[in-house]
């Protein structure tokens, strides 16, 4: 299995990568991908890239790190920053994201947005998308830039209509551990009418715990978790095999 989405690069896990790595391992979960959130951690994922060949990346401006004097002016020096980080290790763009709850002027979070989807476009390698109270935003921008290259809107919720424009446009559904809670199991209807060929796993380690393991760190070896409640979901499905494949398929990764 492949973990889509664990911050593996934060000082959280600094001191035990090996035994973080180890026990997801032992489990099953075998590959892993790191979202850029800010310039400051590119460059620990990169390192961490080299050192395991199952730790792919990929980088971006996430919204909720951009510097607090971010203005439009200070945009074109950034994306060049991204541009030239950019090396063919790096498997796509992200984590870009809109977010409604931040205190960021929405026009900054979607000039953002735009210049970043503009740059995965012309490097023709796909996105990691972080939403929140925003799916319209998104999907307006998406189909506004015509990208072409799809990849994986994190954390998915949403209803049906919304999961449905994300499949036509080329992505896949993040699913985590909001669906271990009892208060998922409206996005599993969704994710159940949408099929497993559209969706992918993930963490978001060292957030979003587990139902369960509420305060605890979160890691990658608890993607299982997800697993268990989605075979319930798709009964007599090949939960793991699809999943990992549609990562496989959006980001062009071979099999480790
Ligand atoms: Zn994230």
């Known amino acids: 299995m492949i973990d889509s989405h664990c911050h593996l690069d934060l000082a959280c896990f600094l001191d035990d990568i090996d035994a973080v790595i180890t026990r997801a391992q032992a489990v099953g979960v075998t590959q892993f991908i790191i979202p850029g959130i800010d310039p400051g951690h590119w460059q620990q ?4 890239a080299k050192r395991y060949a ?4 990929t980088l971006g401006y996430h919204p909720f790190f951009y510097p607090n ?3 439009l002016a200070d945009m074109d020096p950034l994306i060049s920053t ?4 950019v090396t063919p290790e790096c498997i796509g763009i992200g984590e870009i994201g809109i977010d409604r709850t931040l205190q960021t002027p929405i026009e900054l979070q979607v000039a953002m947005f735009d210049a970043q989807v503009q740059l995965a476009q012309e490097l023709g390698v ?4 972080h939403h929140r109270k925003s799916h319209d935003l998104i999907i307006g921008r998406l189909k506004r830039a015509k990208f072409t290259h799809g990849g994986i809107i994190h954390a998915f919720s949403g209803n049906q209509a919304i999961a449905q424009e994300y499949v036509d446009l080329g ?4 699913v985590g551990g909001t669906i ?7 996005t599993l ?3 159940h009418s949408i099929g497993l060929a559209h969706c992918v796993l993930e963490t978001d380690s060292p957030d979003m715990p587990m139902y369960g393991r509420q305060g605890q760190r979160n890691e990658p070896q608890y993607l299982v978790d997800v697993v268990n409640v989605l075979k319930q979901t798709f009964s007599g499905q090949d939960v793991a095999g699809i999943t990992t494949r549609n990562v496989q398929r959006v980001f062009g990764l071979s099999v480790i």
């Open 69 to 71: 004097t971010l203005t």
């Open 45 to 48: 994922s990169q390192a961490l």
């Open 180 to 186: 271990t809670y009892p208060r998922g199991a409206k």
């Open 82 to 85: 991204l541009k030239n980080a």
């Open 54 to 57: 199952q730790i792919s990346y």
């Open 126 to 129: 796909p996105l990691i998308i």
């Open 171 to 174: 992505f896949y559904l993040g």
């Open 189 to 191: 209807q969704v994710l």
